[in-house]
């Protein structure tokens, strides 16, 4: 996966950026929404907007109503990124886990989740 990031020139900062605006309804959330979602501050999204907006994945515009909030839409280019980005996870997962037998898979992922909720730092 980060061979791919990398021969599409993206970094896993950006890539988790592409994935949360695919994944909202509209495919747009304004960077205070992306702070948010990405646990991350104002000049480290800004940061990322702009440089996945020059490799056209994303478009950014302002709100028509408030002027000061920033929206970032996901372009047809980043959509495609995120779908062959999660084409090839979905390969690898499938090698990795080819020996494993449908119980054995529900039990690795029953405990993978537990180390991940483990892992979350308190509010």
Known sequence: VNRDLQENDITLSQMKMLVTLDRSPDKSLTLKELEKALKSSQATIAGIAGRLEKKDLIQGYT???????????????????????????????????????????DELFRLLQKIYDSCKLPA
């Open 63 to 105: 709100d028509e109503g408030d002027k000061r909030i920033k929206h970032v839409l996901l372009t047809k280019k980043g959509m495609e990124l995120c779908a062959h980005s999660k084409a090839t996870i979905d390969q690898w997962e499938s090698w990795l886990l080819r020996n494993l037998q449908p119980d054995e898979k």
